[in-house]
């Protein structure tokens, strides 16, 4: 089992996430309020990383992760705006893995368990 | 790009850092057709149109702490735990309750848990979250 999901998240979908969360934090929305930040740019709503997590495990394993499974998030780094971010699903030794990788980093140090249920 | 953001949105009451929560009660949720498009279309969902993605949890459990007000400004996700215990309601209704669960400061951040359950329409669990969530100092 491996999956491997590569989105560029730009400004348009920062909007989107807005109006669906409401959520108009400047930092994730507004170039010239992030300009002389120490990040220097807009940086990537948290739960939409997330939500492509989600959509990877839910793509490949199903109900294992919708009936009984769980994640451990810890955020350690920005994502920023229209960087590349690279969600992989992985198995090794009978246990399934993910993570999340941007220029290089990992902005989530992600644990994952899943349930016994048949995909 | 400078923000677009809607009129109504700075009529909202800010809440404080203590405050966040339902207050112990649960209280209805309802995702709308547009909030699927916007969901799809930011996530590049290629999921089946006839379930709701999973990926609404934390955004429900999120909106459900903050009931109605805006963020306390400054205030940064550090970390979420998150538990499924059935897919996210097709029709996309569920009740939410959340409540802070710990407050304390450390290395002069002000931190805080706040724990989320989600059900679906028949109080059903779906699942449930625990968010811990960062601001500076002194933060109200």
Do not use: C
Not at chain 1, 44 to 58: D, F, K, Q, R
Not at chain 2, 75 to 99: C, E, I, K, M, Y
Not at chain 2, 102 to 108: I, L, M, Q, T
Not at chain 2, 109 to 138: F, H, K, N
């Amino acid at each position: 089992m491996s999956r491997r999901v590569k989105r560029v998240l730009g400004m348009g979908d920062m909007h989107l996430w807005a109006a669906l969360s409401a959520d108009y934090n400047p930092v994730h929305l507004d170039r010239e309020y992030m300009r002389d930040s120490s990040y220097g740019h807009p940086i990537v709503y948290g739960p939409l990383v997330l939500a492509i997590v989600s959509e990877v495990l839910e793509a490949e394993v199903g109900q294992r992760w919708t009936r009984g499974g769980s994640l451990e998030v810890k955020f350690v780094g920005p994502i920023l705006v229209d960087s590349a971010l690279e969600v992989t699903l992985g198995e090794a030794g009978g246990e399934v893995s993910i993570e999340s990788t941007t220029e290089g980093t990992a902005p989530l140090v992600l644990a994952l368990r899943l349930s016994d249920e048949s995909p | 790009m400078t923000a677009e953001v809607p009129f109504w949105y700075e009529t909202k009451a800010t809440a404080t850092v203590g405050d966040l929560g339902t207050g112990g009660r649960w209280e209805p949720f309802e995702v709308s057709p547009e909030d699927v498009e916007r969901f799809r279309e930011a996530t590049g969902s290629e999921l089946s149109a006839r379930a709701l993605p999973q990926g609404f949890v934390p955004v429900v459990g999120r909106l459900a702490y903050l009931a109605g007000r805006r963020m306390p400004p400054g205030g940064v996700l550090a970390s979420l735990r998150w538990a499924n215990h059935a897919p996210f309601p097709t029709d996309g209704r569920g009740l939410a309750r959340a409540a802070v669960v710990r407050d304390y400061e450390k290395r002069g951040r002000r931190r805080i848990e706040v724990s989320v359950q989600l059900t679906d329409a028949g109080g059903s669990p779906v699942a449930d979250l625990t968010y811990e969530l960062v601001w500076p100092e002194g933060a109200p």
